[in-house]
């Protein structure tokens, strides 16, 4: 199991940003896909964002443009950038780290997950 500690989230303005931040522990993290889930009550858990190890994202659809996914290869630490976030964007976030270099939004493709942190938007 990989240890993945996520930033506090936070409560923000609608249109506001937010920045999350996830590091993983003892992890080879350069040579593997990471992502971004949320889930928000009474709703199923949704794919954010994901980057495969050579760097490449890819984005849900509601995340593209607002949103921005990176890694610090050397500090093994993913982030997610939010803007113009909207009160349909509260949720808990959730990091997981991938069982191989490439992954798309299936849980299966991830093997470690962190414990999650919640963003609030407020209008």
């Known amino acids: 199991q990989v240890p993945l500690v996520e930033s506090e989230g936070g409560s923000v303005q609608a249109g506001g940003s937010l920045r999350l931040s996830c590091t993983a522990s003892?992890?080879?993290?350069?040579?593997?896909?990471m992502a971004w889930f949320r889930q928000a009550p009474g709703k199923e858990r949704e794919g954010v964002a994901e980057i495969d190890a050579d760097g490449t994202p890819l984005y849900a659809n509601f995340a593209k443009g607002r949103f921005t996914i990176s890694k610090d290869d050397a500090k093994s630490t993913l982030f997610l950038e939010m803007s113009s976030l909207k009160p349909e964007d509260s949720a808990t976030y959730t990091c997981?780290?991938?069982?191989?270099?490439?992954?798309?939004?299936?849980?299966?493709?991830?093997?470690?997950w962190g414990q999650g942190t919640q963003v609030t938007v407020y209008s």
């Open positions: 997981a780290a991938g069982n191989s270099m490439f992954c798309r939004f299936h849980p299966s493709d991830f093997g470690a």
């Open positions: 003892g992890y080879p993290f350069s040579r593997y896909c």
